[in-house]
C-alpha cells in the first residue's frame, strides 16, 4: 500500500507542475498582438508646426484646412500667411516654409531649383467693375468679349466705356488696374486676356488681392480682375457689395447668355466645375515644397487630398475629379 500511495502522488505532481506551465505560458502568447495593435502607425500621433505662405485665392482655404487637420491631432499647429504666389514660391525656395501656395502653373526654373508640386483644387479669376460704372446696365446685357479686354489690357487699343459697348457718345476714360505683386491670378488674366506673362497686363498696379477689390469698389469708372473666393461674401452667397461681374461672352454673339452671368457664388462655382467658364482664367491650385515632402507636410497634404476634399464646395472651391485626386496623390508616392 505505501508503494501504490507514492506512485499516486507523484502522478499528481506531475499533473500539477504540467496545468502550472500551461496556465503562465498563455497570457504571454497573448500578449504579443496586444503590443503589436498599440504601435499601429494609424494611431500614430501627429506633433509639430506646418508654415505656410503663398497665394490669397487659396489662403482660406488653406485656413480651414488648417483648423479641420488641427482638430484631428491637436499637438500639430499651423502658421499661414498670404502674399501671394510670388511669395510662397520665393520663401518655399528659400527654405523658410513648409508649403508654398501657388495659384498658377510652375515655372520650369522653379522645378529646376527643387520645387515639387501638386494640385489640390481648382478656382478661376473674374473681371470686375464697380457697381456704379456708368454702362453697368450695358455690360450686364451686353458682356465683354475676349478680343475686348485683349485691347484694353494688352494693346491699349480700347480706352473708353462707350468703345465697350459700342456707344461712341460715352467717352468716360477705363481706368485700368491689376497686380503689382508677382499673383497668380494676374497671370492666368494675362493669358486669357492674350498676353504670356503677368508683365504684359497693362494698368496701374496695386499690392495684393484685397487692394484691388477695395479699389474697384470705390472707382466707378476701374476695371480689375479678382479671385473668385475674394468678390463672393461666403457668408451669403452674393457678390460683395460694390462690385459686378460683366459676363464674359465667350460664344461672341454680342449679348450675355444666361451661363455667362454670374450673380452668387453657386452661379460662379458651378460655371468653373463644369467648364463653361474659360481656361485660363480658371486655373489649378497648387502646393509646392521644397523637394518632395515628407513626415509631417506629407501626411498634411495626403489627407488634404483625400479627406479635407470635402471642406472645398462650403469654401467656394471646386474639388479635384477623382481622377485628378488620384493623379497628384500619385505624385507624392
Known amino acids: 500500500m505505501r508503494k501504490q500511495t507514492l506512485t499516486l502522488q507523484s502522478v499528481f505532481l506531475i499533473l500539477a507542475v504540467a496545468l502550472s506551465a500551461c496556465g503562465s505560458s498563455a497570457p504571454q502568447a497573448a500578449a504579443v498582438p496586444a503590443s503589436n495593435a498599440a504601435q499601429s502607425p494609424s494611431e500614430e500621433q501627429l506633433s509639430g508646426v506646418i508654415s505656410v505662405s503663398g497665394a490669397f485665392a487659396l489662403y482660406p482655404m488653406m485656413t480651414v484646412w488648417a483648423d479641420e487637420f488641427s482638430k484631428l491631432h491637436p499637438d500639430v499647429e499651423f502658421d499661414v500667411q498670404g502674399g501671394g504666389a510670388g511669395k510662397g514660391m520665393t520663401d518655399t525656395i528659400a527654405g ?12 520650369d526654373e522653379e522645378t529646376a531649383q527643387g520645387i515639387f508640386w501638386v494640385s489640390v483644387t481648382k478656382d478661376a479669376v473674374f473681371p470686375i467693375v464697380s457697381s456704379e460704372n456708368p454702362v453697368a446696365a450695358q455690360l450686364l446685357e451686353k458682356g465683354i468679349t475676349q478680343e475686348i479686354f485683349n485691347k484694353i489690357y494688352i494693346t491699349e487699343e480700347i480706352k473708353t466705356w462707350g468703345e465697350v459697348v459700342g456707344d461712341p457718345s460715352i467717352t468716360d476714360e477705363i481706368h485700368v488696374f491689376t497686380r503689382s505683386d508677382s499673383s497668380g491670378a494676374a497671370e ?17 498696379g496695386v499690392n495684393g488681392e484685397p487692394s484691388i477689390l477695395d479699389t474697384v469698389i470705390k472707382d466707378p469708372l476701374a476695371i480689375g480682375y479678382g479671385n473668385l473666393n475674394s468678390i463672393f461674401d461666403l457668408s451669403n452667397g452674393n457678390i460683395v457689395p460694390g462690385v459686378i461681374i460683366p459676363p464674359i461672352d465667350v460664344d461672341n454673339n454680342g449679348k450675355a447668355d444666361a451661363v455667362e452671368i454670374y450673380k452668387v457664388k453657386e452661379d460662379a ?42 471642406y472645398l464646395e462650403s469654401a467656394g472651391f471646386v474639388p479635384l475629379t477623382p481622377e485628378q485626386q488620384a493623379e497628384s496623390l500619385d505624385k507624392l508616392k
Do not use: C, H
Open 96 to 107: 523658410a516654409v513648409d508649403i508654398g501656395m501657388i495659384s498658377r502653373s510652375i515655372k
Open 188 to 204: 492666368q488674366w494675362a493669358k486669357f486676356s492674350g498676353g504670356k506673362a503677368q508683365e504684359d497686363l497693362k494698368g496701374i
Open 269 to 310: 462655382f458651378g460655371a468653373v466645375a463644369n467648364g463653361t467658364y474659360p481656361s485660363p482664367p480658371s486655373r489649378f491650385e497648387n502646393l509646392a515644397t521644397l523637394g518632395k515632402p515628407e513626415g509631417l507636410s506629407l501626411a498634411f497634404i495626403k489627407w488634404i487630398l483625400t479627406d479635407g476634399q470635402q
